[in-house]
């Protein structure tokens, strides 16, 4: 009930209430070898309703046990700040372990930061967030706040990168991170172009996969999900095209359990399956000059089967033989006809049309 309220809500406020399923793929793979952890830390800084922290934590085996997981989130409307916190309580997470700040994540950097001049931000075992796409933010004078200084700073009219750089910035070092992004994110240049690279260039970048469009309430485009962890050394990037996987209802389209499935298993599996997925090299990237684009990695073009001129050109002879059949039969009506001086004139002009 409460999940079913917060999508009306989100779609009311005009934000992107997250479906059900790419919060799965995302959950799974966050928590992915780390099923069983004792402790565990997650953090949304746009948290909306909380269905994020709540759908990850699902796949978490102590869930259930006080204290043993820590929600962290942040949002700036006051209506969703408090649905997330009710969210959470009616799930049966324990008050102490609550933890929603009502602020603008892009303004003030939470939890923690810069404490008495110094860097010291909290850290979490998984980030994941579904921030306002492509939103216009204040990025005056930016260029030495910790989450932007190493790599750059968002342009004003799109903050997908800022979110993206603050959710890394409170990633653990053996931590995931997943974050819903418009596919701008993987080729527009500029700005955007810079610290695209220098994530590349860090290997922070893990997987880029693209889903189908209507999967969204209020918005038609389609979204991407970024994987990102801080550490890697391998520098390759693996890419999923799963935009053609989906089941089309009345006005949206749905992702299929098997569609879930095969995304996550990709990915953890970091599979390479034809029209696909790929996993591309950083010199492979290097050579389309950084741009994420997933159809430069991912062919899905699918060739039409070669046309048989023989088959072709008999049944064009046959299907001529069978129009001048009918049409023989037809005339051959006509002349059986009474004619009348009211149909005379329509005999004759429809027989002119088939001699």
């Known amino acids: 009930m409460v999940a079913q309220f917060a999508t009306v809500l989100a779609s009311d406020m005009g934000q992107y209430y997250t479906p059900k399923e790419i919060s799965d793929v995302m959950a799974r793979i ?109 990025n005056k004078d930016r260029e030495d706040d910790q989450r932007w200084r190493e790599y750059g700073v968002a342009p004003k009219t799109k903050g997908d990168y800022a979110f993206l750089l603050h959710c890394l910035y409170h990633l653990e070092d053996k931590g995931r991170m997943a974050i819903i992004l418009p596919h701008g994110v993987l080729f527009r240049g500029a700005a955007e172009g810079r610290i695209r690279k220098a994530l590349l260039e860090r290997h922070q970048i893990e997987a880029v996969i693209g889903f189908p469009d209507k999967l969204f309430l209020n918005t038609s485009i389609p979204v991407c999900v970024l994987i990102l962890r801080k550490n890697r050394v391998e520098s390759d990037v693996l890419f999923i095209d799963a935009s053609k996987d989906f089941e089309k209802l009345k006005n949206q389209n749905h992702l299929r359990p098997d569609d879930v499935e095969k995304i996550v298993d990709t990915v953890i599996k970091r599979k390479e399956i034809e029209k696909y997925s790929h996993i591309a090299t950083l010199d492979e990237i290097k050579e389309n000059d950084y741009n994420l684009n997933i159809p430069r990695y991912v062919d899905t073009f699918e060739e039409e089967e070669p046309i048989d001129i023989v088959a072709l050109s008999k049944e064009m002879v046959t299907l001529n033989s069978e129009i001048e059949t009918a049409e023989s039969d037809f005339l051959s009506l006509l002349d059986e006809l009474a004619i009348t001086p009211d149909s005379k004139d329509l005999i004759e002009a429809t027989k002119a049309v088939f001699r």
């Open 30 to 138: 966050l928590t992915f070898g780390r099923e069983e952890a004792e402790r565990f830390t997650i953090y949304d800084p746009t948290v909306g309703s909380g269905s994020l922290l709540l759908t990850t934590a699902s796949y978490l085996k102590n869930s259930h046990k006080r204290g043993m997981i820590k929600y962290f989130g942040q949002e700036k409307d006051a209506t969703p700040y408090r649905l997330s916190r009710m969210n959470l309580m009616m799930h049966g997470v324990e008050y102490n372990d609550i933890n929603i700040n009502h602020a603008d994540t892009l303004e003030s950097d939470w939890p923690d930061g810069v404490v008495d001049g110094k860097d010291n931000p909290r850290m979490f075992d998984a980030v994941m967030a579904n921030p306002p796409y492509s939103a216009h933010w204040n």
